[in-house]
T-cell receptor
């Protein structure tokens, strides 16, 4: 079983829509969680960490559900510039595990 | 601003060549990593290092080796390049041995082996 599983999409949504991505992880001992954004042919960049109580950064909301072992990312009021691949990352012990990424295209 | 620099953005090498990919970080991070990224497979860990002269195998170390002679530099070596090593290679560093704190990635090296 993979350490981290992510729906690859693609998600194609109109501007202004709300879209949510989920990511499940297999190890209940996982300690910290992140969402990264990767633009085409560029490196991944940290979008936000995910805290146990949930956290928000502008239009982006991240949540963690330890009981069900998943993290989520909610994007409200989607912009064209949100088009990218979103990677979830889970830290377990000394290792970081990456999802394969979810592709988002925001359509005018 | 935190920086991880990879020496080449694009490389084309011939089958059988020895290839060196260099990565330098200026953040005094202890931990450095090499990944390759392929469509549909995501990021796969090749090797990592928690300290100078220290290295550990990741998930796909076959055909690769690494060198960490200085804290800021982590080199990936393809001993004899093969076409199935055509990929995007990403170096990353982090200051923590696990726990809170994400990665900083270099801009990547797109390697083509012909």
């Amino acid at each position: 079983r993979k350490e981290v599983e992510q729906d690859p999409g693609p998600f194609n949504v109109p501007e202004g829509a709300t879209v949510a991505f989920n990511c499940t992880y297999s190890n209940s001992a996982s300690q910290s969680f992140f969402w990264y954004r990767q633009d085409c042919r560029k490196e991944p960049k940290l979008l936000m960490s995910v805290y146990s109580s949930g956290n928000e950064d502008g239009r982006f909301t991240a949540q963690l559900n330890r009981a069900s072992q998943y993290i989520s990312l909610l994007i409200r009021d989607s912009k064209l510039s949100d088009s990218a691949t979103y990677l979830c990352v889970v830290n377990t012990g000394n290792q970081f595990y990456f999802g394969t990424g979810t592709s988002l295209t925001v359509i005018p | 601003d935190v920086k991880v620099t990879q020496s080449s953005r694009y490389l084309v090498k011939r089958t059988g060549e020895k290839v060196f990919l260099e990565c330098v970080q200026d953040m005094d991070h202890e931990n450095m990593f090499w990944y390759r990224q392929d469509p549909g497979l995501g990021l796969r860990l090749i090797y990592f290092s928690y300290d100078v002269k220290m290295k550990e195998k990741g998930d796909i170390p076959e055909g690769y080796s690494v060198s960490r002679e200085k804290k800021e530099r982590f080199s990936l070596i393809l001993e004899s390049a093969s076409t199935n090593q055509t990929s995007m290679y990403l170096c990353a560093s982090t200051t923590l041995r696990g726990g809170v704190g994400g990665y900083t990635f270099g801009s990547g090296t797109r390697l083509t082996v012909v």
